[in-house]
């Protein structure tokens, strides 16, 4: 059943359309920058976008934050809403359960299908966003990288890109949401990046000192295999992040026969929960909103790694899927959704 739902969402053509469209914006993006070589100042735009032009090793990263608002939950929703009500508008699902087909084995497969649908968007953005950006701007000059490092993250640690992604609702109120430097403070010409060691570095010893790396938001450099490393746990928690979206409209999805009436209903609760984020009189509940954490796998990129709000983030998802699945299978099963 699991090959039957695989093979129905991956030979859809609008499956890879939407895909393809997901991985074209960070390449339009990218183009703008690499033609102007003007990247928005640290503290505006997508977090890293104002790193790339240093490093093009970054792109993935810039590229997964610009798709995370708005544009893959939509596409997320879409396929999950269309899960179960599309085949019922449609006339199909009754036949799937005319035939000896377990309705949880169904829902199941469902489920599997949109969870293989969100890694290989995941994997498409950051793979082709890779290609973009070290094509365009090269996997960066080493001196270059060490000399951004002031701009990428600020003496206390933290990064003005991660602060302003955290007035989003991803982190604000953890430690991913430190100040960033005070405006008008002179980069620190130090012996170990972000350190404010006095002793300063030649060229040559900054070049071996940052030869295949990048720097972390802390200032710390990031070998290749360390980024690669992070950029994957961000890919895995993004990947959970986008499930809580899934389960959302899935379980609409067994409550109508209309997918754009489930599609439409997740979005709504996803927007709900954005505003409520930034409401402060709805504290109490913000940390369990499901967009509350979105935004807290740049905590990957930081050195040392901040886990309290990844963790956190990974709970509440894990929680929102078990619950919804749980009220999907009830209703799946008992409703004669087939109707």
Known sequence: MIGVELRKLFRRPRTWVTIGLLCLLPAVVAGFLASTRIAPPAGQGAAFLSAVLQSGSLYPAAALALVLPIFLPVAVAVVAGDAVAGESAVGTLRYLLVRPVRRTALL??????????????????AGTSYVVGVTLFGAGDP???VNAIPQIGGSSGGSSDAGSAGSSGGTANG????????????????????????????????RDRAEDSVSSLSGDPLSPADLALRLLGAM?????????????????????TSS?????????ALITSQVLVTLDAAASVT???????WLAWIDFFRDPIFLRDIRSGVLVQLAYVLVLMVAAWANFTTKDVAQ
């Open 287 to 293: 940390p369990y909103l499901p967009t509350r954490y």
């Open 108 to 125: 199941g497969a469902k489920l599997v299908s949109v969870i293989a649908f969100v890694v290989v968007t995941v994997a498409a953005v």
């Open 236 to 256: 895995g928690y993004i990947t959970i992040s986008m499930l809580g979206v899934g389960a959302i409209a899935l379980f609409l999805s067994t409550v109508t």
């Open 260 to 268: 754009l009436g489930a599609t439409l209903g997740a979005l709504a």
């Open 143 to 145: 001196v270059a990288v």
């Open 175 to 206: 430690p991913a949401a430190a100040a960033p430097a005070a405006p008008g403070a002179s980069p620190p010409a130090s012996g170990t990046p972000g350190t404010g060691s006095s002793t300063a570095l030649d060229p040559t010893e900054a």
